[in-house]
């Protein structure tokens, strides 16, 4: 993969086990939280997960549209009306749906109806896990069931266009490096989360670092179970609705060439397979996992280890450059010359 700009960093490993943790329904005492925060840092391990409703890792909902409208032909920006039919066809900015839809809901929240998840948009700064207890102890609306969002429903809110967050806030412009607690642990690297900047999830800090930003979430849906649905070279996502090709090819191409491979691909008698777009391929990570950061049984290839996987989404206010996701750790860059070669894996709707 061509050099970079990095987003994504590193994150803490977090092992639910629950030992003096709040049951649910239980508000958990701030002071308890940040005292077995202190422990387990000292053990080297989680003792306890401050967050109900078990693991909201992975989307178990569509993910909406990113909303970028840009389209680029190497160096150009180009009208995306104009591309069907050529060799940058299948770009992010063609495609528009699920359209983001969100309720507005009192004392400061607000509802997506496309996730089905409701967002405080009051934010507070602090450790991940002043962040992680402070959501666990919100009892916000007179609901108890408030937790730190995982890396997946934070990025369900970016506008990949802008830079910015759709339906939750205005409170910071888009290009802004204020960076945002996930409840995402790194799963190859103990004692560091997961952050989120406005233009997208980025490998950070130790958790006990202070000042990072968080917003609390609560519902989604809790669908468990088998969350893929395979046949020898499709897998669909039972959550997502998605398909994904199994088994991509090892060769890397450059950005141009990705699109078009996806357009022309014919798997299973299907022909209707298209390039990510960034949020899209997010939901693939699974950040319980590294190297790669995706189900090994389900999909399998040389090229998951590539450094970084071509997305459809060109990066936001430059030229030349698109979005990237590394599945090998599940880190994303967000400007990245197309005219390199990367990892390409298609998916269908």
């Given amino acids: 993969m061509p050099r970079s700009r990095l987003l994504f960093g590193a994150l803490a490993l977090v092992v639910p086990l629950v030992m003096g943790c709040p049951g649910e329904g239980e508000v958990a005492p701030a002071g308890r939280c940040e005292a077995l925060g202190r422990l387990q840092a ?55 749906s699920p359209q983001p839809s969100f309720a507005p809901a009192s004392a400061g929240r607000v509802t997506d109806t496309v996730t089905g998840l409701t967002w405080d948009a009051q934010t507070t700064t602090g450790s991940w896990d002043a962040a992680a207890c402070g959501c666990r102890a919100s009892t916000v609306g007179a609901y108890n069931d408030w937790r730190l969002p995982s890396v997946v429903e934070m990025v369900s809110l970016l506008d990949t266009g802008t830079h910015g967050f759709q339906g939750i806030s205005s409170a910071w412009a888009p290009g802004d490096r204020t960076q945002f607690w996930t409840r995402d642990a790194y799963a190859a690297e103990v004692q560091r989360a997961w952050t989120l900047t406005l233009e997208g999830p980025e490998t950070q800090d130790r958790r006990e670092v202070v000042g990072f930003v968080y917003f609390c979430v609560r519902g989604g849906s809790d669908t468990t179970g088998i969350r893929y649905e395979t046949t020898t070279g499709v897998a669909t996502d039972l959550y997502t609705g998605l398909k994904w090709e199994r088994h991509p090819a090892d060769a890397t191409l450059s950005w141009s060439l990705a699109l078009a491979r996806c357009a022309n691909l014919e798997l299973e008698g299907r022909t209707s397979w298209r390039l990510p777009s960034v949020k899209e391929l997010l939901t693939l990570v699974d950040r319980s996992r590294s190297s790669p950061a995706v189900d090994p049984v389900t999909f399998t290839g040389a090229s998951l280890r590539v450094r970084g996987h071509w997305t459809s989404t060109p990066s936001a206010g430059t030229r030349g450059e698109s979005v990237s996701v590394d599945l090998d750790t599940g880190a994303v860059s967000a400007f990245t010359d197309v005219r390199g070669a990367g990892g390409v894996i298609c998916v269908s709707d």
């Fill in 42 to 96: 000292r053990v080297g391990r989680t003792v306890f997960n401050p967050m109900p409703g078990g693991d909201t890792a992975v989307a178990r909902w569509p993910m909406p549209d990113s909303m970028t409208a840009r389209c680029v032909a190497d160096s150009e920006e180009v009208d995306c009306a104009s591309f069907p039919g050529t060799a940058w066809d299948g770009q992010d900015g063609q495609r528009t």
